[in-house]
């Protein structure tokens, strides 16, 4: 299992939403950024580097 982060419509990625291997840690509408949502996996969401890289998208998308 790798870490990773996907920025795409709810469409393609509502199946792994659904059966747990992506989650979207901060709801749908709280981290809307431009109607984007930053879906993380589980096991990856507490890590520093991703915490990291979240800030600075976010950042950048502002």
Known sequence: MGVGVCLESLLLVQR???TGKL???FGFD???VNGKTLNLLKS???????KSFQD???EELE
Not at 44 to 50: A, T
């Open 44 to 50: 990856s969401m507490d890590l520093p580097k991703v």
């Open 23 to 25: 989650v979207a840690p």
């Open 30 to 32: 709280g981290l809307s």
């Open 16 to 18: 792994e939403l659904d």
């Open 56 to 58: 600075w998208l976010f």
